[in-house]
Structure formats: C-alpha cells, structure tokens
C-alpha cells in the first residue's frame, strides 16, 4: 500500500499507514481480550509482527522473522507496568520492531524520541513555546508537550530510540515517569499522569561508540528483552528479501530477476565474516571491526539492485552487489583491508560457482584507491 503526503508519494510510510489493511483485518478477526486503549489484542498483536493467515483467508506478512517466545515477551510486557528495552547489536531490528509494535498496540507510531548525544531533557520531559512564555509567562498554552508526554496524557505507546546514545542525566528524567506514571510539572504546580493504555519501548545496543550505560535505577524499570542476530543463513535471507522487497517498492525499483542467488552470496560472507568461521566449519577466518548486520546487508542489497536497474541490464549480478559488500567490510582502511583479503584468496577464490564474484571483488578493490570511499 503506497502512503501520500501533501499529495505526493512517501518514501518510507509509517507501519499504522504502510500496513493499514492488516490492521483492519487483524481487528475485525479479532474477539480476545484487549487492554484498555489497545486496538488489538496481544494475540493479534504477536500474529502481526510475526505473520499468519486469518480464518477469511487474509495473509498477514512476517515483520520479524525469529524466536515467537521473543514477540510473545514483548507483547505481554507493553501489557503490564514495566517499559519495554529491545537490546541487541546493531541491525537486529530493534527499531523496525519498536515501530510495529505501537502501530499494533497504539495505531500510531510516531510518538518517537530519537537518542542523540544531543538529546535535551526537554525533548523527553516537555519545552517551551518561548514567544508566549515570554509574554505571558508559564502556561498551559505556552508548554510544548514531548511526544512521551502527549504518549501519557492519550494512554499511547512512546517510543525511544538508541537509549543508551542519551546523556545520563537525560536517561534518567525517565525514571519517575516510569515508576509513578506522572510527570512533573513544577513551573506551573501541576503535573500530567499517565492514563491506562500508555507505556514506553526503548530500544539499545551496547556495540557502538559513544554508548552511555543505563543505570541500575532506570534499567529496573525495564523489562528487557534481547533481540537476537539471525539464527540460520535461510531465516537472514528471507529477511533481507523481505525487507529489499519493500524498500524497492517504495524506491519504484523493479524486482531482481534471479536476485536470490545474490542474497544468499551477500549473506553468506557476512555470516562468515561476523562468525569468523566458513559455513562449513573447516577454515577459521579473522573478523573485520564492523558488525556485518543483517540491517547493512538489506543497504548492500538494495544498492545492487539499483545499481542493476540504472546502470546494468535490470539482473542482479556479482558486480552489483561485490563493492558494496567491500565498503560494508573495510571500516578500518588497514586493518579490514587485509582481513578482506584474505577472506577473498582463502575462501571464495577456491569456492565453487564463485569465480565471479571473485573477479568483481578484485575489481572493486583494485578501484578503490580512486573511488569515492578511498
């Protein structure tokens, strides 16, 4: 379903919108038990995120592929009192599953908080319209409400991404809007407490740098939940052509004729380089200092395929997709480079059915020097 703004094609709809004829039929199937101010149930809300048909036949598409217990312990979780943490290295869907999971719950997904090392306690509390402040001093109508605080006054689903890229003194104006469900207002005497149906998804890794540790004090008023890399080479196919399925659509990219093959190649090198092992087991390997996400693999992907469009016959082949995976592994230019390397002579230069991704992969490399990544 294409989403329009001002008229005009988006480029990325929000899940509420991009989603909207799986909600409505996931609601009208749809007869358990529903928290208050939920617009399904956490049945409906676990078949969503994970898929299913309904019994009028409808077909509601995976949106995380993995573990169900996971989605089953998010789920339940927005149902109690505890906030939800979704941890996990980078590209393991923390975002894309905080969004899902309030369009589900809320039906809207747009009350988000993006983590910063810039991100102001006014950006999580409340600010200030100062225009009015100034000429009428503290009011009601001179307050800019934060989208945590606009969550807790409608009983929504706020969200926060990248919790741990927030200043620690920052994090921690959560802590009482969390344990006592009110946030304080004291310039005006008042405060805002939070109606049934509100709550807070977090998302979080601890990979990255510039990460500032939650403390113990905040993480207690989380139930965490770790969101895991994909446990099979066929489950990280299937979501990276899931999700390069859609990101093409919305990009007006034409389907990769025979793209699979160049998926699974994609994958495999990540997984082999992130394991620091071959598939088989047989030949340990050096791993390079990115971390080879599922979510960077989805980016190699969909540039192929442009690449292809644009500037080949519209087939996705080894030269499509062998630079970017190159840039994808070389984050460190001397160190990465001669992991790279090796991992071309060692593995895939003597790998069956792979010679030409080893020609395009020398290629790419011996461009490299005079490209824009040099």
């Known amino acids: 379903m294409s989403a329009e703004a001002n008229g005009k094609a988006v480029l990325r709809a929000h899940a509420e919108d991009a989603f909207a004829d799986e909600l409505k039929a996931l609601a009208a199937a749809d007869d358990r038990p529903r928290p208050e101010r939920w617009q399904l149930s956490p049945w ?69 908080v993006q983590g910063t090392a810039g991100t102001s306690e006014e950006a999580v509390r409340y600010g200030w319209n100062y225009a009015q402040l100034l000429a009428k001093g503290p009011s009601h109508e001179a307050m800019v409400p934060s989208p945590v605080m606009r969550a807790m006054s409608d009983g929504m689903i706020a969200r926060v991404e990248e919790l741990t890229r927030i200043p620690a003194d920052v994090q921690d104006t959560l802590i009482t809007i969390l344990s006592e469900k009110t946030l304080p207002v004291p310039e005006l005497a008042d405060e805002v407490q939070a109606v049934s149906g509100f709550n807070l998804i977090a998302t979080a890794n601890d990979r990255d740098k510039g990460v500032n540790e939650l403390s113990s004090a905040l993480r207690r008023r989380f139930n965490t939940v770790v969101l895991p890399l994909p446990a099979t080479a ?141």
């Open 234 to 374: 066929e489950a990280e196919v299937e979501i990276v052509s899931r999700r390069v399925d859609q990101l093409g659509r919305s990009l007006r990219l034409p389907p990769a004729p025979d793209g699979i093959d160049e998926i699974r190649r994609v994958v495999t090198v990540f997984r082999e380089l992130r394991n620091g092992a071959t598939s088989d087991g047989r030949t340990k390997l050096k791993s390079p200092s990115g971390t080879l996400s599922t979510a960077e693999a989805i980016s190699v992907v969909t540039n192929g395929i442009a690449l292809a469009t644009h500037f080949g016959d519209g087939v996705l082949r080894a030269a499509d997709v062998a630079a970017g995976i190159q840039g994808a592994v070389i984050r460190d230019p001397a160190a990465d480079a001669v992991v790279w390397q090796e991992y071309l002579e060692t593995v895939v230069r003597e790998r069956d059915g792979w010679k030409d991704f080893y020609r395009a992969a020398r290629e790419a490399a011996s461009d490299r020097p005079h490209g824009v990544g040099a």
């Open 44 to 112: 409906a809300v676990a078949t969503y995120l994970l898929g299913g048909t309904l019994p009028d036949g409808t077909v509601i598409t995976p949106k995380y592929v993995g573990p169900r217990r996971i989605v089953e312990v998010a789920v339940t979780t927005l149902a109690t009192d505890r906030a939800l943490l979704l941890l996990g290295v980078p590209g393991t869907a923390k975002t894309w599953v905080s969004e899902h999971l309030a369009a589900a719950v809320s039906g809207d997904s747009t009350l988000l």
